[in-house]
């Protein structure tokens, strides 16, 4: 029996950027993680954390 590993590697940070400058947004909401791996020739996958003070704001005048 064999098993398939999944070998990554951190994005170059100029992939980074560039989805960094995509998803910025105005306003209160910012970027709090970002990370970008490299999955493959020309493949990446990303994880992103977005805080956003607008829904800070409308889950605080529910309780």
Request: hydrophobic letters at 45%; charged letters at 30%.
């Amino acid at each position: 029996m064999s098993a398939k590993v999944l070998l990554d590697w951190q994005a170059e940070d100029a992939v980074t950027d560039r989805l960094r400058g995509a998803l910025s947004v105005d306003g209160g909401d910012r970027i709090a993680d970002l990370r970008v791996w490299t999955i493959g020739q020309n493949l990446h996958a990303a994880e992103v954390t977005i805080v956003s003070d607008e829904n800070a704001a409308r889950l605080s005048t529910r309780r």
